[in-house]
């Protein structure tokens, strides 16, 4: 069973920096991307960014949003992907969530964390 | 960048059928979209994806009464027999190289 738990959320002030962890199980974690998607209370969904596999030289992508304040990074050997944020401001408040893409010519999954809070309050 | 238009709500009684749209940007007619239901309280989760042909790639464990379909811009999701647990949020999403975009949302409601 593909297993995505998310971790590191909490209470921080503006201007302040928090580490989100994604901690993966049931797949091979290494041949997938992974994603950080984000949901204000009662919004839509917004793409934060993605890190890709080591066979695409875990190539980032980030939203304009967020770009130069957020960094992904990914441990293999742990099968745990990472969401740094720094500057973080009050609209950065949301339920952050992990997910995973693998795509290929026969098959495309897609699975989703639980998410963990943040919140960005003086 | 290619944006994603979704109606606000949709409804329908129990045991009918439901059709939401997504509709692409101009110049991104042929985009593949995926479909992503979000239950309240609950985390989103992949249902299936949809390519410009029609061809739509059904996520695991999802039930055979969701379905996609293509025509033009516009991507569909086909919800036949109408469960109470469909009522949820319907999110559709695309990407480019590197930017990935959800569309507003649905909100299904089960009369």
């Known amino acids: 069973e593909v297993q995505l738990v998310e971790s590191g959320g909490g209470l921080v002030q503006p201007g302040g920096s928090l580490k989100l962890s994604c901690a993966a199980s049931g797949f091979t974690f290494s041949g997938s991307s992974l994603h950080w998607v984000r949901q204000t209370s009662g919004k839509g969904l917004e793409w934060v960014g993605r890190i890709r596999s080591k066979a695409n030289d875990f190539a980032t992508a980030y939203a304009a949003s967020v770009n130069g304040r957020f960094t992904i990074s990914r441990d293999d050997s742990k099968d745990t992907a990472f969401l740094q944020m720094n500057s973080l401001k009050i609209d950065d408040t949301a339920v952050y969530y992990c997910?995973?893409?693998?795509?290929?010519?026969?098959?495309?999954?897609?699975?989703w964390g639980q998410g963990t809070l943040v919140t960005v309050s003086s | 960048q290619p944006v994603l238009t979704q109606s606000s709500s949709a409804s329908a009684s129990l045991g009918s059928s439901v059709r939401l749209t997504c509709t692409l940007n101009s110049g991104h007619r042929n985009y593949i979209i995926a479909w992503h239901q979000q239950q309240p309280g609950k985390a989103p989760r992949y249902l299936m994806k949809?390519?410009?042909?029609?061809?739509?790639n059904t996520g695991s464990g999802v039930p055979d009464r969701f379905s996609g379909s293509s025509s033009g811009a516009d991507r569909y999701l086909t919800i036949s027999d109408l469960q109470s647990e469909d009522e949820a949020d319907y999110y559709c999403?695309?990407?480019?190289?590197?930017?990935?975009?959800f569309g507003g949302g649905t909100k299904v409601t089960v009369l």
């Open positions: 949809v390519e410009s042909s029609g061809i739509h």
């Open positions: 997910k995973r893409v693998k795509m290929t010519a026969s098959m495309t999954a897609m699975d």
């Open positions: 999403e695309t990407w480019d190289s590197d930017v990935w975009v």
